[in-house]
């Protein structure tokens, strides 16, 4: 079964940094491309970033281009999301999944940037 933990969310200031982290099992982790995505408060879902399988290709929403940067090491199952220059229209709780879902989603981890 298809299982996403992710981890390293917290309590930032405005201009800061942060990395988070998410570890995957029950799927052949270095086939499938994966993403990150973030819901704030009273929004909906939305996709903030993606990387392919090899690690290759990433891609970025427009609000986190430049500040964000999402990586993977397939030896270790881990998807990471280096987030700098933090603002507080970054405040949600951060996914990760892969491109095609199975449908499951994991608990989020929060990320509140605030001073």
């Known amino acids: 079964q298809v299982q996403l933990v992710e981890s390293g969310g917290g309590l930032v200031q405005p201009g800061g940094s942060l990395r988070l982290y998410c570890a995957a099992s029950?799927?052949?982790?270095?086939?499938?491309?994966m993403r990150w995505y973030r819901q704030a408060p009273g929004k909906e879902r939305e996709l903030v970033a993606e990387?392919?399988?090899?690690?290759?290709?990433?891609s970025y929403a427009d609000s986190v281009e430049g500040r964000f940067t999402i990586s993977r090491d397939n030896n270790k199952n881990v998807v990471f999301l280096q987030m700098n220059s933090l603002k507080a229209e970054d405040t949600a709780v951060y996914y990760c999944?892969?491109?095609?879902?199975?449908?499951?989603w994991g608990q989020g981890t929060k990320v509140t940037v605030s001073s």
């Open positions: 999944n892969r491109r095609f879902t199975s449908g499951y």
């Open positions: 029950g799927f052949i982790f270095r086939s499938y491309t």
């Open positions: 990387i392919t399988s090899n690690g290759g290709t990433t």
